[in-house]
């Protein structure tokens, strides 16, 4: 029995023993010595810009290996790097041979390149550390997913163009078919693949739609003051019944308040007391109207916000209110001068039909119909205006987007006079002009993301022999006569990855002077024709609505040779400038 009980206990004892050495359930064992291999660098495109989204793979001796951790996928982020750790059997490096290749849709795959493998030491759990560095350029190449979104752009602009369909829906519709294609065509083929729905919401510049935001507000309250109305009655006393410094006048006031206003919005509050000036005087309101639409994108190319293509240029370049105002003010305001005096020559014969009977009558009954209908609301905009301009002036020192300062000005405004913001937001926010940018941002970032764009840049390049002048010339003109037959702002959307590759390759490029050649064409080229810039589509329209028609070719004849005269003394001034 004792016998028994000792071997009981010696048995005991050695379980006991054993147990305690044994690893716990639940618990890792230590890890076998192994390789511990870290592949790095960087993914670009022959601008040696980084390139996000770029799937990368590891072969160790021709097989795909996984990296350790979460994500069993190497893809490039945003400035285009990629890091993965993997653990390798011990003594496979370095004799293994490591490679890299990588792959992106619309771009050639980078076959399996062999990398350098360093050791660097051990690592924190005693491996063996080993270290790759392999740095990766990737170039263009043709796919469906290119000649799709090619496709869809050119469709936008032609529906746009021949006024087809809404603006707004064709941009929409654009965006909405690119998506589409990605996420069915593209699922099942990677050639079909053109944006993600993360880069087309990403391509949105919610700068140019808060700043078109704010300042519809600010003159959405401002125009319940009449005094812009006033301005335009102010404009015929000063004319003292003049008919011909009556229409050089209001194209210099209109100019001056398309500078700080959107020119369409500029157009809306001066047409109906223009018409009924002109009908005071028995002549056709659009020999009046159409100086000041020409006038109004004349001086709104002279600063940031003044003109929509301007709020592109300046919010993806980065350029600041004061650099427009410094480099396109004096050229603005030459130009100005020359068409003004041009359009008041063309009009002569129908100025001179006018009937200028009791002019001291006339105004007093202008005076009774246009007045200041809230003098304490006009003061207090004309102080938050001041102050908006103020904050556009110094965005560039307070690193602040001037969307920030549109939005703190016009909502402060809208706080201090009381308005009723849903009523605002319904009646005074043109949101289909802004669905229209989206739409069309992501329309155009389909076409720079599966190569269309790099193309037409390349193009542009080789046409101008990478010379300075030659590039300052071709956009310049380019631009002017394409705006002048198609809507400027998807021309101007189009065009900027276009000046920003060509910054990069063209030297003497970097003073930016190709940024003020396409503000330049895109702005005064859109005076060419009745569809050229949204101004004169809307003083077109209303003054058919009122009862006056002009034909296209009328338009255009009126306002062609000026267009001509303004883009020439810009190309001179660029020459010469830069």
């Given at each position: 029995?004792?016998?028994?009980?000792?071997?009981?206990?010696?048995?005991?004892?050695?379980?006991?023993?054993?147990?305690?050495?044994?690893?716990?359930?639940?618990?890792?064992?230590?890890?076998?010595?192994?390789?511990?291999?870290?592949?790095?660098?960087?993914?670009?495109?022959?601008?040696?810009?980084?390139?996000?989204?770029?799937?990368?793979?590891?072969?160790?001796?021709?097989?795909?290996?996984?990296?350790?951790?979460?994500d069993a996928e190497i893809t490039t982020g945003k400035p285009g790097g990629y890091v993965?750790?993997?653990?390798?059997?011990?003594?496979?490096?370095?004799?293994?041979?490591?490679?890299?290749?990588?792959?992106?849709?619309?771009?050639?795959?980078?076959?399996?390149?062999?990398?350098?493998?360093?050791?660097?030491?051990?690592?924190?759990?005693?491996?063996?550390?080993?270290?790759?560095?392999?740095?990766?350029?990737?170039?263009?190449?043709?796919?469906?997913?290119?000649?799709?979104?090619?496709?869809?752009?050119?469709?936008?602009?032609?529906?746009?163009?021949?006024?087809?369909?809404?603006?707004?829906?064709?941009?929409?519709?654009?965006?909405?078919?690119?998506?589409?294609?990605?996420?069915?065509?593209?699922?099942?083929?990677?050639?079909?693949?053109?944006?993600?729905?993360?880069?087309?919401?990403?391509?949105?510049?919610?700068?140019?739609?808060?700043?078109?935001?704010?300042?519809?507000?600010?003159?959405?309250?401002?125009?319940?003051?009449?005094?812009?109305?006033?301005?335009?009655?102010?404009a015929y006393a000063l004319a003292k019944g003049n008919v011909f410094v009556l229409s050089?006048?209001?194209?210099?006031?209109?100019?001056?308040?398309?500078?700080?206003?959107?020119?369409?919005?500029?157009?809306?509050?001066?047409?109906?007391?223009?018409?009924?000036?002109?009908?005071?005087?028995?002549?056709?309101?659009?020999?009046?109207?159409?100086?000041?639409?020409?006038?109004?994108?004349?001086?709104?190319?002279?600063?940031?916000?003044?003109?929509?293509?301007?709020?592109?240029?300046?919010?993806?370049?980065?350029?600041?209110?004061?650099?427009?105002?410094?480099?396109?003010?004096?050229?603005?305001?030459?130009?100005?001068?020359?068409?003004?005096?041009?359009?008041?020559?063309?009009?002569?014969?129908?100025?001179?039909?006018?009937?200028?009977?009791?002019?001291?009558?006339?105004?007093?009954?202008?005076?009774?119909?246009?007045?200041?209908?809230?003098?304490?609301?006009?003061?207090?905009?004309?102080?938050?205006?001041?102050?908006?301009?103020?904050?556009?002036?110094?965005?560039?020192?307070?690193?602040?987007?001037?969307?920030?300062?549109?939005?703190?000005?016009?909502?402060?405004?809208?706080?201090?006079?009381?308005?009723?913001?849903?009523?605002?937001?319904?009646?005074?926010?043109?949101?289909?002009?802004?669905?229209?940018?989206?739409?069309?941002?992501?329309?155009?970032?389909?076409?720079?993301?599966?190569?269309?764009?790099?193309?037409?840049?390349?193009w542009v390049k080789d046409v101008s022999g990478g010379n300075l002048t030659a590039a300052?010339?071709?956009?310049?003109?380019?631009?002017?006569?394409?705006?002048?037959?198609?809507?400027?702002?998807?021309?101007?959307?189009?065009?900027?990855?276009?000046?920003?590759?060509?910054?990069?390759?063209?030297?003497?490029?970097?003073?930016?002077?190709?940024?003020?050649?396409?503000?330049?064409?895109?702005?005064?080229?859109?005076?060419?024709?009745?569809?050229?810039?949204?101004?004169?589509?809307?003083?077109?329209?209303?003054?058919?609505?009122?009862?006056?028609?002009?034909?296209?070719?009328?338009?255009?004849?009126?306002?062609?040779?000026?267009?001509?005269?303004?883009?020439?003394?810009?190309?001179?001034?660029?020459?010469?400038?830069?």
């Amino acid at each position: 029995m004792r016998k028994r009980m000792v071997s009981f206990l010696n048995i005991l004892i050695f379980l006991l023993i054993a147990g305690a050495l044994a690893v716990p359930a639940g618990l890792a064992a230590p890890a076998p010595a192994g390789d511990h291999l870290a592949v790095s660098g960087l993914v670009t495109n022959p601008m040696s810009k980084g390139l996000k989204e770029v799937d990368v793979e590891v072969l160790v001796n021709g097989r795909h290996v996984k990296p350790t951790g979460k994500d069993a996928e190497i893809t490039t982020g945003k400035p285009g790097g990629y890091v993965a750790d993997f653990m390798l059997p011990a003594g496979t490096l370095p004799a293994a041979k490591v490679e890299v290749q990588a792959s992106k849709p619309s771009w050639k795959p980078i076959p399996a390149t062999p990398v350098k493998v360093v050791e660097a030491g051990v690592d924190a759990a005693g491996n063996k550390l080993f270290q790759a560095v392999q740095n990766l350029t990737l170039n263009r190449t043709t796919t469906a997913g290119f000649w799709i979104a090619a496709l869809v752009l050119l469709l936008v602009y032609v529906v746009i163009s021949l006024e087809l369909m809404h603006r707004t829906l064709v941009s929409f519709l654009g965006a909405a078919l690119i998506l589409f294609v990605t996420y069915t065509l593209g699922s099942w083929d990677k050639s079909f693949y053109i944006i993600s729905f993360d880069d087309a919401m990403g391509a949105i510049d919610l700068n140019v739609i808060f700043l078109l935001m704010g300042m519809m507000l600010f003159v959405g309250v401002m125009k319940k003051t009449g005094m812009f109305q006033f301005l335009a009655f102010k404009a015929y006393a000063l004319a003292k019944g003049n008919v011909f410094v009556l229409s050089f006048v209001l194209q210099i006031v209109t100019a001056v308040i398309s500078a700080f206003l959107d020119n369409v919005t500029t157009m809306l509050l001066v047409l109906p007391v223009t018409i009924e000036i002109a009908v005071t005087l028995k002549i056709n309101p659009l020999t009046l109207l159409v100086p000041e639409a020409f006038a109004s994108n004349v001086g709104g190319t002279a600063t940031l916000i003044g003109d929509p293509p301007n709020i592109l240029i300046g919010s993806y370049a980065g350029l600041t209110f004061g650099q427009f105002v410094q480099n396109l003010s004096l050229i603005c305001a030459i130009s100005l001068a020359a068409s003004s005096l041009f359009l008041v020559w063309w009009n002569k014969k129908e100025y001179l039909k006018a009937e200028v009977k009791d002019v001291p009558r006339t105004i007093e009954f202008l005076r009774e119909e246009y007045q200041i209908t809230n003098k304490k609301l006009m003061i207090q905009g004309l102080l938050l205006l001041g102050f908006t301009i103020l904050l556009f002036a110094l965005h560039g020192f307070l690193h602040m987007q001037v969307s920030v300062a549109a939005l703190i000005g016009s909502l402060l405004l809208v706080a201090i006079s009381g308005e009723d913001i849903v009523e605002l937001l319904e009646k005074e926010v043109e949101w289909p002009t802004l669905i229209f940018f989206m739409g069309l941002f992501m329309v155009i970032a389909g076409a720079e993301e599966t190569g269309l764009i790099q193309m037409i840049a390349n193009w542009v390049k080789d046409v101008s022999g990478g010379n300075l002048t030659a590039a300052v010339i071709i956009v310049l003109w380019v631009s002017a006569i394409a705006s002048a037959f198609i809507d400027n702002i998807p021309f101007t959307a189009t065009m900027l990855p276009i000046i920003a590759f060509l910054n990069q390759t063209i030297p003497g490029a970097e003073s930016g002077v190709l940024w003020w050649s396409l503000s330049l064409g895109a702005c005064l080229g859109g005076n060419g024709t009745m569809i050229g810039a949204s101004a004169n589509v809307v003083t077109v329209g209303l003054a058919e609505k009122a009862g006056y028609k002009i034909s296209f070719m009328e338009y255009m004849k009126a306002c062609w040779w000026p267009m001509m005269i303004t883009v020439t003394i810009a190309m001179v001034y660029l020459l010469i400038a830069y």
